[in-house]
């Protein structure tokens, strides 16, 4: 995508805009490139599903499909068996909010203006990675259980589907929150 002289960055309508074409602008580009490698999915099925699985607070090193051996975490292991796993990332601040809004964006903290105290809404003008997936065709759905991951700091734009677990008492809500998200992700029709 070209960005006009003088605009460091493009404006949500400016993506907005050229989302639809800038994609199949790359995917012809990429096509043309020499020796074409083996893809990651099979597209002639339709649009691959998409999961970004974000666990706040979590080190890699805690969980089996990055090596630890004394963690048991088989599902989520299992799941990377088959999944693109990346390796090598860094945060972008040291908590969430700014953390997930960089992940969200592609931008570093001082782009989308969620980095807390007075600024803690994600800049209006930034558009999100869920706005480009819907732009795309992609039924889009976040299900979180932290609060600053919630609609009053902007997270929520562009999933057609937004759920907040953070509610009852401490006690069972992961297993409730699991149930919440399987009942909804088996929703999904292809």
Not at 70 to 79: E, K
Request: glycine share 10%; with cysteine; aromatic share 8%.
């Amino acid at each position: 995508m070209t960005v006009p002289s003088g605009a460091m960055f493009p404006t949500r309508r400016r993506l907005l805009r050229t989302a639809s074409t800038s994609g199949s602008v790359l995917l012809l580009i990429l096509l043309g490139c020499g020796a074409r490698p083996a893809p990651l999915v099979d597209l002639s099925q339709g649009l691959p599903h998409v999961f970004l699985i974000g666990l706040d607070t979590v080190r890699a090193d805690h969980l089996g499909c990055y090596g630890n051996d004394w963690v048991q975490t088989p599902n989520l292991d299992r799941f990377a068996e088959s999944a693109v796993v990346f390796e090598d990332c860094m945060s972008t601040s040291s908590w969430t909010l700014p953390s997930f809004a960089s992940i969200f964006t592609g931008l570093l903290p001082d782009r989308h203006a969620a980095v807390g105290g007075s600024h803690r809404l994600l800049d209006p003008e930034v558009v999100t990675m869920a706005e480009i997936l819907t732009a795309h065709g992609y039924k889009t759905m976040s299900h979180t259980a932290v609060d600053y991951l919630g609609k009053e700091f902007g997270m929520t734009r562009g999933f057609s589907v937004s759920m907040n677990h953070v509610t009852g008492s401490v006690t069972g809500r992961s297993e409730r929150y699991q149930l919440r998200v399987l009942r909804e992700i088996g929703s999904i029709q292809r």
